[in-house]
């Protein structure tokens, strides 16, 4: 069963810190991995894309990186603001090119404190 | 270049009733998936259509059904709602359905009473 885990569930940070979102994943099998942000009651805004053949992806504060033989991808964010204050979910593609369903993991609950 | 569109946006219901839910893509997106998400079960997927196609189904009971239209929108349906089918829905929208980054909507929030 492929499976997604993110932890922590939650998480509070005074503003400016750096802080490392966990992703973890079943199947090593994936085709891409991508980070999502969602504020409370609105919809997906995509963060980053990870291609399975890529290690890592860079935008602005936000980096993510990939290793799939651990099965693992992290969601580096630096100098938090209390504007990152959302929650951050992580999905991994299918396991082929011929879908683009994504398996989400429950999510990390972000507080960024001014 | 407009982002995914879902109507309505917030839907109340009643059990036993149907519903039906829009989803216009980004224009030149040919891919969309639907997905239900609850507090309790995160998000889950519906099902995928790619060229008027559905590609991909998930887990759910036959109650959910859906459909593309030759202009790349999509529709999904929910009949006999139950109290267990409120949620939100979220479509997404992308190029092709394999490699291509996902882009959602705002979600309809369907409440059943």
């Known amino acids: 069963k492929q499976e997604v885990t993110q932890i922590p569930a939650a998480l509070s940070v005074p503003e400016g810190e750096n802080l490392v979102l966990n992703c973890s994943f079943t199947?090593?099998?994936?085709?891409?991995l991508q980070w999502f942000r969602q504020d409370p009651g609105k919809g997906l805004t995509s963060l980053l894309l990870?291609?399975?053949?890529?290690r890592e992806q860079t935008s602005g504060r936000l980096n993510a990186s990939l290793d799939k033989s651990s099965g693992r991808s992290t969601l580096y964010i630096a100098a938090s603001q209390p504007g990152d204050s959302a929650t951050y979910l992580c999905a991994r593609g299918g396991g082929s090119s011929n879908t683009g369903k994504l398996i989400f993991g429950q999510g990390t609950t972000l507080q960024v404190k001014p | 270049k407009a982002g995914v569109t879902q109507t309505p946006r917030y839907l109340i219901k009643t059990r036993g009733q149907q519903v039906t839910l829009s989803c216009s893509p980004i224009s030149g997106h040919r891919s969309v998936s639907w997905y239900q998400q609850t507090p309790g079960q995160g998000l889950q997927f519906l099902f995928e259509?790619?060229?008027?196609?559905?590609?991909n189904k998930g887990n759910f009971p036959g109650r959910f059904s859906g459909r593309q239209f030759s202009n790349s929108r999509s529709e999904m349906n929910v009949s006999t709602l139950e109290l267990g089918d409120s949620a939100l829905y979220l479509c997404?929208?992308?190029?092709?359905?394999?490699?291509?980054?996902?882009?959602f909507g705002p979600g309809t929030r369907l409440t059943v009473t």
């Open positions: 997404a929208s992308s190029m092709d359905r394999g490699w291509a980054e996902q882009y």
């Open positions: 199947d090593s099998a994936i085709y891409n």
């Open positions: 990870i291609q399975s053949s890529q």
């Open positions: 259509y790619f060229s008027e196609t559905q590609r």
